[in-house]
């Protein structure tokens, strides 16, 4: 197994920059998921460190070798396809053995291997199927068994898990999660569901427009996102991201949103005002860390109930502040109304500014 | 009130013989039609010399077996039908996988230069392998090799049947290469890139991957080309018309010469009969062995 580190790659195809310009190192044994909306260069990435194309620039290190120019047959990485490209003709024995066969790997040994790869992902008693006579969850199995089989040292998944129904998404990925870390095989995990990256990755690479976004573990993508899109991608409901000004005046340092002012505390006023270029901010605010009050009080945002969005564990009440919505999210159980009065009271250790010319947050 | 009818059963009825009568009615004259007289006629002795005709029954067919002749054409046309098959479906297969690999441009210009042939009329075609195989000193061929051999070759003569398999090779090898180049499009090139992935060197994947995928288009030209094959003869006409004595008389040619040249119509019936039953024979056969069913539905590749 090893480390990986992509260096400035890029590609290019035409004028379309599918990726450009991405860093990234992953370590020894980590999970690393992408992250990004459909089309922002996620496979492409993929088949980059597969070798299946050639980067535009920008080099590939396994560990400290440079791969950038070895084809793909020596890179001795596995990959898992969104289609998961099962040989239609082959059974699924032989569709495990192909690796094996190709590196000549005596036939005893072949199918010792492929026998044990079986049992491991629960497909022993389907090796003598054709892919198109199993379901999609286990074509899914016998398209891991094949990248596994040869003791890759980097798996590489392309949205594995799509193709699945959602009780057994859910089930995959937690086996997917235990099995690479009983493995410890470096895996690069592409995905555009952000709930998948943010329960099976050790850390994240979240992309867009086939750049690098922010490349962070979960817990810290979802506190400190980096910037405005890493805001509004991660989280769902999303996160309230609201047009505004920054100002200081008499009292201190103020957020005004036009519709309503929040007042900040003077620690960290200071360093908004600091880091910022100019006024213009995106204020943003989760929708978990707004509670909702009954009776104006100081500091808070007034607005009347909208719609109610009950999800079982919890209520997204959705308050309507003048032209705009924002969502606030509370037990089930309280008492509200569409049309009723209610006051908004953000948790103010929880919010985020971003300045709106550059994209990035300033707390 | 209708403007047809206003009897359902019958209207449709109405609407099945225009819709299909022009077709039906093409079939009837051109296929029916000439399949019918064919069989009448070789029952008689009738000839283009002879004012009055009679029955002769099973005598032309039996007439087939005694010709001097038969034998021979019978292993030319097997000969013919066998190594231009050969020929045409792997020079195909190969320029198909060979544009396959090219970029998009060449592989286009490649293809359509490939597809002259089949473009170009049969005797304009004709006529050009004769003048590049002319005996002459003045033939193409002989052109070209004067600086190595010196004296000029009659290679209709010395080598009239492996050139009438590669003028018609090349004919066919156009109609392989556009079948099979779709068909290697239609790969999902998913199978490709996992197959590099695993390890397959480009022969590899050629190998365990293009050819099993191209299995059904590869038997699909195999069968199309045979009954062609069987049934043509306009390539031999011009350029050997059969010779030099029987060289390259195939089947179809010796129905032709025995019908048109000796104006023995009953005999050339029965031999024309004679490659209607073993080209349904061999139609059979082939429908059996690639399984025409699975050919005839619509995924041609498999995907899972
Ligand atoms: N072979 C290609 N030729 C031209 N453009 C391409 C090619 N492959 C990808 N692109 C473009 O590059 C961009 C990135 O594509 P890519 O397939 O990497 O996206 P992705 O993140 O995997 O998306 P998805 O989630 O939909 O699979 C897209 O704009 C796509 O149109
Ligand atoms: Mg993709």
């Not at chain 1, 022993?124 to 003791?151: I, N």
């Not at chain 1, 960290?268 to 009776?295: C, D, H, S, Y």
């Not at chain 2, 365990?208 to 080309?225: C, G, N």
Request: charged share 20%.
């Amino acid at each position: 197994m090893v480390r990986v580190k992509l260096d400035g790659l890029s590609k290019y195809f035409g004028e379309v920059k599918a990726v450009d310009n991405l860093n990234l190192s992953i370590k020894d044994g980590e999970f690393v998921a992408f992250l990004g909306p459909s089309g922002c260069g996620k496979t492409t990435t993929l088949l980059m460190i597969a070798g299946i194309y050639r980067p535009t620039k920008g080099r590939i290190y396994f560990d400290d070798m440079d791969i950038t120019n070895i084809a793909p047959k020596d890179r001795n990485v596995g990959m898992v396809f969104q289609s998961y490209a099962l040989y239609p003709h082959m059974k699924v024995y032989d569709n495990i053995a192909f690796p094996l066969k190709l590196k000549k790997l005596p036939k005893n040994e072949i199918d010792r291997k492929v026998k044990q790869v079986a049992k491991l992902m629960q497909i022993d008693h389907l090796l003598d199927r054709y892919p198109r006579q199993l379901s999609g969850g286990q074509q899914q199995r016998v398209a891991l068994a094949r990248a596994l089989v040869k003791d890759a040292y980097v798996l590489l998944m392309d949205e594995p898990l799509s193709n699945l129904d959602a009780k057994l998404r859910i089930l995959m990925r937690a086996e997917l999660k235990k099995l690479q870390k009983e493995l410890e095989v470096t895996t690069i995990y592409v995905t555009h569901d952000q709930v998948e990256a943010m329960s099976m990755a050790d850390r994240i690479a979240v992309m867009n427009e086939g750049r690098l976004q922010q490349y962070s573990t979960p817990d810290e993508l979802y506190d400190k996102p980096a910037n405005i899109f890493v805001a509004g991608f991660i989280g769902s409901p999303p996160m309230n991201l609201i047009d505004a000004t920054f100002r200081e005046d008499s009292g201190g340092y103020l957020v005004d949103a036009g519709s309503f002012k929040l007042r900040l505390e003077p620690g960290m006023g200071e360093v908004v005002k600091n880091n910022l270029t100019g006024q213009e901010i995106i204020f943003g605010a989760r929708p978990e860390n707004m509670e909702i009050v009954e009776a104006a009080e100081d500091n808070t945002i007034e607005g009347t109930v909208y719609v109610l969005e009950p999800l079982g564990r919890d209520l997204i009440v959705n308050v309507k502040v003048n032209d705009y919505m924002i969502k606030a999210l509370t037990k089930p159980g309280v008492n509200l109304n569409p049309g009723d009065k209610v006051w908004l009271k953000v948790d103010l250790d929880k919010i985020h500014i971003f300045d709106k010319k550059t994209g990035k947050a300033v707390i | 009130m209708g403007l047809i009818s206003n009897n359902p059963s019958v209207r449709s009825y109405i609407y099945m013989i225009i819709f299909l009568g022009p077709a039906l009615f093409l079939i009837l004259f051109f296929w029916i039609l000439p399949v019918f007289s064919t069989i009448f006629l070789s029952f008689t002795n009738m000839g283009m010399r002879k004012p009055n005709w009679e029955w002769v029954y099973l005598k032309n067919y039996m007439f087939v077996g005694a010709h001097p002749f038969s034998q021979k054409v019978a292993i030319n046309t097997l000969v013919y039908v066998g190594a231009t098959l050969a020929f045409n479906v792997l020079i195909g297969l190969l320029l198909a996988i060979l544009t396959f690999y090219m970029d998009d441009r060449t592989s286009l210009v490649y293809r359509a230069l490939w597809l002259l042939p089949r473009a170009s009329p049969p005797v304009v075609y004709g006529l050009l392998w004769l003048w590049v195989l002319d005996s002459s000193e003045y033939g193409l061929l002989n052109q070209l090799l004067a600086p190595i051999y010196g004296k000029p070759v009659p290679w209709l003569v010395n080598y009239a049947m492996p050139g009438i398999i590669v003028i018609n090779g090349f004919i066919g090898a156009s109609f392989s290469l556009i079948v099979f180049s779709s068909a290697l499009k239609a790969i999902p090139p998913d199978y490709l890139m996992a197959a590099r992935v695993d390890g397959a060197s480009e022969l590899r994947i050629v190998k365990d991957v293009i050819l099993p995928l191209m299995k059904w288009p590869i038997m699909f030209v195999t069968a199309w080309q045979t009954l062609s094959l069987l049934a043509s003869y306009e390539y031999i006409l011009i350029v050997t018309d059969g010779g030099p004595f029987f060289e390259t008389e195939v089947w179809s040619l010796f129905a032709y010469h025995q019908a048109f040249q000796h104006l023995e119509l009953g005999f050339g019936a029965a031999l024309a009969m004679i490659l209607v039953i073993i080209a349904l024979i061999a139609v059979l056969i082939q429908m059996k062995l690639f399984r025409f069913r699975e050919m005839i539905t619509p995924v041609k590749i498999e995907h899972t």
